[in-house]
């Protein structure tokens, strides 16, 4: 107890003198670095947090809604909201490692501080652009203020004095007061010869990181967003974090080592295929556009891929992924007041598929399953033209799972894109297990029925997924209907909304996708091959 008395007055002692030497001087005090210091330990201590914290600062008042959402099918949210999802979206990519709090000035001084990683995100007030910058202090009335608006500033020169590499601050769409971040040891406002030359000290790797980063925040979606903090995290806290801590790419953080080991575990075992990529046209040009981006990043990596279709199946890059179980969200209990049994939850995902025997009484008997109206994943669910097919596999036991979607390659071609996923039955009902072979990599799924109308117009599914031999984890959701297009009215609408935040997805992260099969795209690329694997795999299994 004595010692806990002692840390408690020495950390209050510390904070007193800190804001009297503001009042008395107005010069950067040093003994902030004392109290960050402390702050930083005691999180550190907490069970809850064994990677790292941040904080995202937002607006104190409604300045509008921010830039998040813009191709959801709802309003544009605020900063505070978006905030909160986004401290969401870090937990769930952190596997719950990292904590996030969501701040506004004057609320939480400590937070902003202690925080490894802290955000200003929509910051564009005059008392707001103070927090980050103001050097005076005009009365003593504004005394408060002057001591959370030096926050940026004072984090800044830690970093200088102490050389503290866990330590990361951005300024995101806070009216063109972008201020130069700070990435581990680099630090924009502050560039060093180092940073360029040479290219493999972590000063390097934090301005190429930042680089990165800030590309990532201007995208304005929450997966980017939560992914350019991990990115952070796995580079200089410490601790990898699997979400990112695998990347088929050359990079200097890698070492020569290990750049020269997966180099020549490419050439013994894919030789012959390297060389035949290398004189197939599309394969070659497939490797140049890969090569022009981090494959971590899933949205720009899953587009060029899908752009060259290829049977790449060697796991060269020692890369492992495991399936998120954060968040869990629970299955669909009941359904027209029945228990939801595997029978009915198999027949919900048949949905509305002719010539189906297991088919539920609501049945449309159309020739696809389902249509995804919008989903929650910013790689995958922006295709357009996106058809459902689930049927029973020869034996009955299992189903097959074929997603027909149009895309549109980088190169301007339109083209459709099948897959053929096994699906077998979870534990509960309600949840599924997927397999699929995508261009030579397999990914392991898991679906969560989460709702569905009695009548089958709609059906809301959360899945996570791992490609393991890539490195590569991610989360979504779907809404689908039979015919692709929303429901119309509002109160079905309010209702799946709220299913959808029981799975920790707000609408707002949703991309709504085109179905339209008169549009210009839909035309080019033809008919949809939806029995493609159909007429086989029914009757084979």
């Not at 830690?158 to 009216?175: I, K, P, R, S, W």
């Amino acid at each position: 107890m004595l010692m806990l008395f002692q840390t408690i007055s020495s950390a209050l002692l510390v904070l007193c003198c800190w804001r009297a030497s503001l009042v008395s001087s107005f010069t950067p005090p040093k003994t902030h670095h004392l109290l960050r210091r402390f702050l930083l330990s005691e999180a550190s201590n907490s069970a809850d947090i064994t990677v790292g914290t941040v904080a995202i600062l937002v607006p104190k008042s409604d300045n509008g809604p921010s830039p998040f959402g813009s191709k959801s099918p709802v309003s544009r949210p605020s900063y505070q909201l978006a905030a909160e999802q986004l401290a969401r979206k870090i937990r769930q990519f952190s596997d719950g490692k990292v904590s996030t709090r969501v701040v506004t000035p004057g609320d939480n001084d400590d937070a902003c501080l202690a925080s490894n990683a802290l955000i200003a995100l929509g910051l564009s007030s005059p008392s707001d652009i103070q927090y980050l910058s103001s050097n005076k202090l005009n009365n003593l009335d504004l005394l408060y203020l002057c001591i959370i608006s030096r926050t940026f500033r004072l984090r800044r020169e830690e970093q200088q004095q102490l050389q503290t590499g866990n330590t990361c601050q951005f300024a995101v769409d806070c009216a063109g007061n972008n201020y130069a971040p700070i990435v581990g040891p680099y630090d924009g406002a502050n560039p060093s010869v180092l940073a360029t030359v040479p290219p493999w000290t972590d000063i390097a790797s934090g301005q190429r990181l930042a680089t990165q980063m800030t590309e990532l925040f201007d995208k304005s979606t929450s997966d980017e967003f939560a992914l350019a903090v991990m990115l952070f995290f796995n580079q200089f806290s410490g601790t990898k974090i699997p979400w990112v801590q695998h990347s088929i790419d050359v990079t200097w953080e890698k070492g020569l080592f290990q750049n020269a080991k997966e180099i020549y575990a490419m050439i013994t075992k894919c030789g012959p295929c390297i060389t035949k990529c290398l004189n197939d046209e599309d394969c070659s040009s497939c490797i140049k556009a890969l090569d022009k981006i981090d494959t971590r990043d899933q949205v720009a990596s899953y587009r060029t891929v899908v752009s060259y279709e290829s049977e790449q199946k060697n796991n060269i890059f020692e890369c492992k992924a495991e399936v998120p179980t954060i968040p869990y969200v629970e299955p669909i209990k009941t359904w027209k007041g029945m228990e939801v049994t595997t029978e009915i939850a198999r027949g919900i995902m048949i949905g509305h598929l002719e010539g189906v025997n297991e088919s539920l009484e609501a049945c449309l008997n159309l020739d696809v399953s389902w249509k995804v109206a919008c989903g929650a994943n910013v790689a995958y669910d922006q295709f357009p033209s996106q058809n459902q097919l689930f049927y029973p596999d020869g034996r009955g036991k299992d189903l097959w799972y074929d997603p027909v979607f149009r895309v549109e390659t980088i190169d301007g071609r339109n083209v459709w894109c099948k897959r053929h996923y096994k699906v077998r039955n979870g534990e509960n009902p309600g949840t599924f297990k997927f397999s699929v072979l995508d261009n030579g990599v397999t990914s392991n799924e898991f679906w969560t029925i989460v709702d569905a109308a009695d009548d089958l117009s709609w059906v809301v599914f959360h899945y996570a997924g791992a490609a393991g031999a890539v490195g590569q984890r991610y989360l979504g959701g779907l809404l689908c209907t039979p015919d692709g297009a929303l429901p119309k009215d509002e109160k079905e609408l309010e209702k799946i909304w709220s299913v959808l935040r029981a799975a920790e997805i707000e609408p707002w992260e949703l991309f709504v996708v085109d179905n339209d099969d008169q549009s210009q795209g839909a035309l080019d690329s033809g008919p949809p091959p939806l029995d493609f694997y159909r007429k086989v795999a029914s009757v084979v299994g």
